[in-house]
């Protein structure tokens, strides 16, 4: 399993980044996954969520400017973040929400591989 997270950076408050996390290594079709995020001081926190039907759930603070998606295809999961809030500041990550699907018969119970995130920083 290997996840792989990009497009953080320098952000104004109020502007846009999309986040990609490039997925290998395990059926994304199958498996629900998240961007997590840990602010200084704080614990992580599952901040997008989506199934593996598409659904998806984010997190209230989020509600409404953040987007999570995927694209099956090029095994990739997104986070469009608008509207972003200095409290946005934070090392993201994506990861799988539960068990990571080799195959349908196949899985993983928990990736505990984080990966490095990506910083996103969020000035007033």
């Known amino acids: 399993v290997q996840l792989q997270a990009s497009g953080g950076g320098f952000m104004q408050a109020g502007g846009s980044l999309r986040l990609s996390c490039a997925a290998s290594?395990?059926?994304?079709?199958?498996?629900?996954m998240g961007w997590y995020r840990q602010a200084p001081g704080k614990k992580r926190e599952l901040v997008a969520r989506?199934?593996?039907?598409?659904?998806?759930n984010y997190e209230d603070s989020v509600k409404g400017r953040f987007t999570i998606s995927r694209d099956v295809a090029e095994n990739t999961v997104y986070l469009q973040m608008n509207s972003l809030k200095v409290e946005d500041t934070a090392v993201y990550y994506c990861?799988?929400?539960?068990?990571?699907?080799?195959?349908?018969?196949?899985?993983?119970?928990?990736?505990?591989?984080w990966g490095p995130g990506t910083l996103v920083t969020v000035s007033s």
């Open positions: 989506i199934s593996s039907a598409g659904y998806t």
């Open positions: 290594g395990f059926m994304l079709r199958l498996t629900a």
């Open positions: 990861n799988a929400d539960g068990k990571v699907y080799y195959n349908p018969s196949h899985y993983l119970i928990r990736n505990d591989n």
